[in-house]
């Protein structure tokens, strides 16, 4: 059956999250703001979140798309829905969080203000979140004299080195740049589980700016760590570690030496992992495609060994 269009797409990538997926179902029955599909990409749960899911469309309450795929990772669930996108905007809620009761109207809002300011640049507003006890999460503090900024997630991730939970409303659009979730083509693909997701959205505000919202609009859960996502630092975090790493230092060149020591954070933990995975120095350096990355990167090899015998004590943990 095919789909109705709406103006904004609810999409949640998911795996194994039965215990947790509730609750965001909740929170979206509560939005005020009523247009919009719940978009379900599936990566290949083993629990009951299918069966789950099957009783929240037989409630008929909201307007639910669900698809199942393989696992491969979140990158790879991003993807596969990006093809599937109708609506105008999208916002992406993981599936062990929650949308604030006003977040899709608030949303709503600020791109009708977007609109009447005739700003066509602007692909993106990001809004605050906070955690399960209130307090929101980041170390920006928004100016006093307004409730937004206008930026883009480079500038404020990487030469501001402003790192915050967010929660993001996409233009549609925007997830139809050119290769935007592809990266079959580059060194270790085939090793990797989860393409971080800051490489697409470093790749989106090479196009467009980002409205910053000093207003949250999700609560976010640290309960859970079966998803799609893990805090274990093992053999295959590594993995993923190298490829993110490598992608993000090539791509934004220009950015890297305007923070230092986020720069050098990130040469550490790519070299890091490398060794701890034994991969071949020449090939770890090749993949860089900047000199004085290559440079910089053989100047930490004697400390990230160090790091890497700490990191493959616990791949077999």
Same mark, same amino acid.
């Given at each position: ?272 992992? /490398?060794?701890? %995975?034994?991969? #071949?120095?020449?090939? +770890?350096?090749?993949? *860089?495609?900047?000199?004085?990355? @290559?440079?910089? /990167?053989?100047? %930490?090899?004697? #400390?990230?060994?160090? +790091?890497?015998?700490? *990191?493959?004590?616990?791949?077999? @943990?």
């Amino acid at each position: 059956m095919a789909q109705r269009k709406h103006k904004y797409t609810i999409l949640t990538p998911t795996y194994n999250r039965e215990r947790t997926i509730g609750r965001l179902y909740e929170s979206l029955k509560r939005q005020t703001y009523k247009d919009f599909l719940w978009l379900i990409v599936d990566d290949g749960s083993q629990d009951r979140t299918k069966q789950l899911i099957e009783e929240f469309i037989k409630e008929g309450v909201l307007d639910i798309e669900y698809h199942y795929k393989e696992n491969g990772g979140k990158h790879t669930t991003l993807l596969y829905a990006s093809k599937l996108l109708l609506s105008d905007y999208v916002v992406i809620i993981d599936d062990d969080d929650e949308a604030t009761d006003d977040c899709l109207a608030v949303f709503d809002d600020t791109w009708k203000k977007i609109a009447s300011e005739g700003r066509n640049d602007i692909g993106a507003i990001r809004a605050l979140s906070v955690d399960m006890n209130g307090h929101v999460s980041g170390n920006y503090s928004p100016p006093m004299d307004s409730s937004y900024i206008d930026s883009n997630y480079i500038e404020m991730e990487w030469v501001r080195g402003k790192h915050l939970e967010n929660i993001t409303c996409w233009k549609s659009e925007t997830f139809r740049i050119p290769r935007l979730f592809d990266d079959s083509d580059k060194w270790l693909y085939d090793k990797v589980k989860a393409v971080y997701e800051t490489v697409f959205w470093n790749r989106i505000a090479r196009q467009y700016n980002t409205r910053y919202l000093f207003t949250p609009l999700r609560i976010y859960y640290t309960d859970s760590m079966d998803g799609l996502t893990n805090s274990k630092f093992n053999e295959q975090k590594c993995y993923n570690h190298v490829f993110t790493k490598y992608v993000q230092l090539n791509e934004q060149d220009e950015y890297n030496w305007k923070n230092p020591f986020h720069l050098l954070k990130m040469l550490g933990e790519y070299m890091s992992c /490398a060794i701890a %995975l034994r991969l #071949p120095m020449k090939d +770890v350096l090749k993949a *860089l495609d900047s000199r004085r990355n @290559k440079i910089t /990167a053989v100047l %930490l090899l004697i #400390p990230s060994y160090f +790091v890497s015998i700490r *990191l493959r004590k616990d791949f077999d @943990k």
